[in-house]
């Protein structure tokens, strides 16, 4: 599968994030559950395409949510989205991660992500409750949803990024070109 067909995938679930999943979570959590599936294809991204791929989708889709959905401060989702990618990508680069390692990482990017806006938008006085407060009633209950659809997503995923940018091993990588 090649790269454009995956930013299409990434933005029609940037389009479900905003319009199905309101109808689909029940009403009492609709303020409390913030889906971030496009998120969870840059964490994706990171891990089987590399951190400089990542970077720029995280910094992109974030963008566009920033302008479409939260229009407090723009560049908060683009900044947070695309650390969060390259961090992600530049910990566990060349190394082939097994599923439970793949959505333990996911599930620590997710969290890494909310705490780091959270703590922009507390230093800029938007938000004005404390960490446990939000941890306990946006944070963990996001991030139970994210888990759920990177262990759904996880197996085509994979296959998606590894075909579009297959990878070097190691040893590839680290010879010198001979100069002729």
């Given amino acids: 599968m090649r790269i454009h067909w995956i930013i299409l995938i990434m933005f029609v679930l ?28 840059v964490l994706f991204s990171s891990l089987y395409a590399g951190r400089h791929v990542a970077l720029l989708l ?30 992600i990508g530049l910990m566990l680069e060349f190394k082939r991660v097994p599923m439970l390692t793949a959505i333990s990482v996911i599930g620590m990017g997710c969290l890494l992500l909310d705490t780091l806006t959270f703590m922009i938008y507390t230093v800029f006085k938007i938000n004005s409750q404390p960490y446990v407060w939000a941890l306990s009633h946006h944070i963990l209950p996001s ?19 590894e075909q579009a940018f297959p990878r070097k091993s190691r040893e590839e990588s680290s010879e010198m070109p001979t100069i002729r």
């Fill in 143 to 161: 991030l139970f949803l994210q888990l759920l659809f990177a262990l759904a997503c996880y197996v085509p995923a994979r296959r998606w990024f």
């Fill in 58 to 87: 995280g910094i992109v889709f974030g963008m566009l949510q920033d302008i479409v959905y939260y229009g407090h401060l723009l560049g908060v989702h683009s900044f947070t989205m695309g650390l969060c990618g390259y961090l």
């Fill in 14 to 41: 940037f389009l479900v994030e905003g319009t199905l999943m309101n109808w689909l979570v029940p009403i009492e959590w609709v303020h409390r559950v913030v889906p971030h599936f496009v998120f969870v294809f």
